[in-house]
């Protein structure tokens, strides 16, 4: 059992009907029929919603994601049509709201890997492959792969794991045309960011998109580069065959797992609320990775 450990109340906004409560971000729809996309300070770790939030991390993610829909426009069109939170909506919504097109969304986690970590690694080590795709002997945690590959899963309900799966049923489910054009998307996207990372010292382990159709054209959605959808480490660090230090909330992850919390990851009772100093630590990791990719001071 998983999810949130308290599911926060939404709030009604006048000309507003909500839709969802994901993770992070709260999904209304205006009277034009437009999706409005306000992100929470909320974090997630081990398919749980934390009782306890990260100051401005809903403003980060919103900024870096504009700031990287601006450099991958010539690439796909993105679903932002306007960044203005609606007419009698809380002040707090400024900076952390997106007006987005309302698309026909492809339920297909789009992930490129450049680098060998997490559930990739974890498929590695058991088959020598990654979804289906075979890899070299040899490679180790941090590892660089000889080419970026696309690894897709299903995407899951809230408190549920995302699952791997292959290109061949990806093509099954949405038919080749469309798996042709998410992975011709998602490599060629990723082949951009991780160049433009890489200028700045970081290193864009993987990362995952969402995409959607306006009419006949593909349109990425929801969030990009972010440290919540991406790998980020820092290039200077990096050391093949162990943990790679990063841009994300895994302060958050480690002081769960650790002695200190007493919490179960395997249990299921909920994880408990985290320590000053563990939130002040994530934030700034946060708060770094915009810096470092951007050049501009988190104001």
Known sequence: MSGFVEKPEPLQVPGLVHLHTGKVRELYQNEAGDLVMVASDR????????????????????????????????????HV??????????????????????????????????YLTGSGLAEYRESRTVCGLALPEGLVDGSELPAPIFTPATKAA???????VSYEEVARQVGADTAAQLR??????????????????????????????????????????????S?????????????????????????????ESGWDRHSEQPPPALPERIVDVTRAKYVEAYERLTGTAWA
């Not at 770790?45 to 010539?74: C, H, M, N």
């Not at 809230?158 to 791997?164: A, Q, T, Y």
Request: proline share 7%.
């Open 43 to 78: 974090t997630s770790a081990y398919d749980w919603v934390l009782p306890t939030e990260i100051p401005d991390k809903g403003r980060i993610l919103t900024q870096l994601s504009l700031w990287w829909f601006d450099r991958l426009a010539d690439l796909v069109p993105n």
């Open 81 to 114: 049509l306007s960044t203005e939170p609606p007419a009698g909506a809380p002040a707090d919504w400024a900076g952390r709201t997106l007006i987005c097109k309302s698309l026909r969304m492809v339920p297909v986690e789009c992930v490129a890997r450049g």
């Open 158 to 164: 809230v408190g549920e794991h995302d699952e791997n």
């Open 184 to 229: 011709q998307a998602t490599l060629a996207v990723y082949g951009r960011a991780r160049d433009i990372a890489r200028d700045r010292g970081v290193i864009l382990a993987d990362t995952k998109f969402e995409f959607g159709f306006e009419g006949e054209t593909l349109v990425v959605a929801d969030e990009v580069l972010t440290p919540d959808s």
């Open 231 to 259: 790998r980020f480490w820092p290039a200077d660090q990096w050391q093949p065959g162990r943990a790679q230090p990063s841009y994300d909330k895994q302060f958050v992850r480690d002081w769960l797992t650790s002695t």
